[in-house]
């Protein structure tokens, strides 16, 4: 699906080869009848090669894909050897506007692809995206934070039984990999679908630019690009990649307030404790735990919780811990911790803040 032809069109925008434009697609109407628009960038190498589309903030409240996207464009600049690169810095558009996950209808846009021409009005929007942005590229990355009130271990995600998925979430370079196709009607299910294999990144919390998560997914797109030789330079790689397949979840069986023992990113053997859930006097209620030998690959931010609550979500690695353990601190040790970035590493050691208050007694 490669753009070997000169014309290359979003919306009623010619690109040619060789120019760098701001587009801004008509993508619905306000209820003055003015247009509403989708600002994207698209920039070509004179040279034809793959066209990847970067899109972010299809959740409206999900703003480091944003702010990711940005420093792509006003970073050092990239000069593309071939291809198109399409920056969608913000796909829902009315989300973001409201500060928040859902379209005016309260419909998820990302369970609405690839869409409809005649349904409602985020199954019309999802479809427009997808016939000008995703059909147009040959592969695509998506920018995603937790949902609220939670914080993402940076991971990408992808159907990893197809090999031009995995080519993708490999060098794009991220510590760790779900294996999965994500949910029915999400963006990258369909697109890959549709031919387009697309990964995610899901970084950091909701409502924030976290610069620790910038680095992580800057580095991570530019090395898609080199990969793709649409940039020079190799790849640069991880200090270790964990797969996953499977997880599960660690839910709060009373009522409480919450106190963590773990850190996202942190490796937990099963039986470990994972949080201390107190009474509003401060007693201690229970001790949450994790069920299996896992990575703690998000958190629930607000310490506030009612029975059933999710509070963490534990990645199931496929390989043993004590192997990806020893893997991370003979790397550390051979490259000196290199990369230096703070949360793209698996944290091996148990967290500190194991406070004394909550060894007295018994779990
Ligand atoms: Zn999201």
New binding site residues.
Partial sequence: MAVKSKRFRIGTTHIRPGETKDVYLKISEYFTGDPISLPIRVMRARRSGPCIFVSAT??GD?LNGMGIVHDLMFGPTIRLQKGTLILAPVINIFGFESQDRYMPDRRDL?RFFPGSKTGNLTSRVANLIFNEIIKKSDYGIEL??A?QPRANFPNVRGDMKKAEVRKLATAFGAELILDGRGPDGSLRREATKAGCPTIILEAGEPLKIQEEIMQIGVRGVLNVLKYFEMLPGEPEKPMFQVRASRSTWVRAEVGGILRYHVSLGESVAAGQRIATNSSVFGEKQNVLRSPVDGIVLSLKTLPMVKPGEPICHIAIPSRSLTSIRKKITQHRRKNNNERGDQLSILNVSRSEREAEYYDRGED
């Fill in positions: 299809v959740h999900e990302n995603h934070t949902a």
